[in-house]
């Protein structure tokens, strides 16, 4: 079956440019991270998504019971649905499915996470803002090499230290690449931050 997700694309200026797929945080739409991917990745294509969840009014990518606390039986078809939306989106829009990298904040991130702990190559690289262990117990497939930037807030309400360490262990243990990014300014995305995944995105190129 197709899945259908509200969004947003916008092609690349090259042919072969890189595509963003923009995952808000909760609350959020498609368009919310436009202006970030702009200055992460000028020139990459854009494919923003609104995530299928509404809770109270507030689109998400997938159920919680509380804050922090998932539905991981909602999480884990969530997470497959947006996979299929990827490849669906790939063959409509002709990007290519193996040049796309996840621009995810919060709730946005947390599913990115999920996806990787659940596909090998299922992005090129992966932007991290502020995201949670979306699952535990998994076996990880293998992310040899994979890049993935985490930024995250020292003093984070919603996500402890801790678990941010545990993420970024339980990706490397899988051998991906991880670059840690450390604010003080709680669970926002702040303008240092998005100026360090920009200068990590470059370094990747
Ligand atoms: C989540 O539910 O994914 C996390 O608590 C982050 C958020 O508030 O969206």
Known sequence: STATMKHIYKAGAQPDAPTMLLLHGTGGTENDLIGLAEMIAPGAAILGVRGNVSENGMPRF??????????????????????????????????????????????????????????????????????????????LPDLTGLPVFIGAGENDPIVPRRETEELASLLSGAGADVHMHWERQGHQLTRTEAAAAAAWYKSQA
């Open 62 to 139: 997938f159920r919680r019971l509380a804050e922090g606390i998932f539905d991981e039986e909602d999480l884990i078809a969530r997470t497959a649905e947006l996979g299929s939306f990827i490849d669906a989106a790939a063959a409509e829009y002709g990007f290519d499915r193996k040049n796309v990298y996840a621009l995810g904040y919060s709730n946005g991130a947390n599913i990115a996470a999920s996806l990787m702990f659940h596909q090998a190559n299922v992005f090129k690289g992966a932007i991290l803002h502020h995201p949670m262990v979306p699952l535990r117990g998994l076996t």
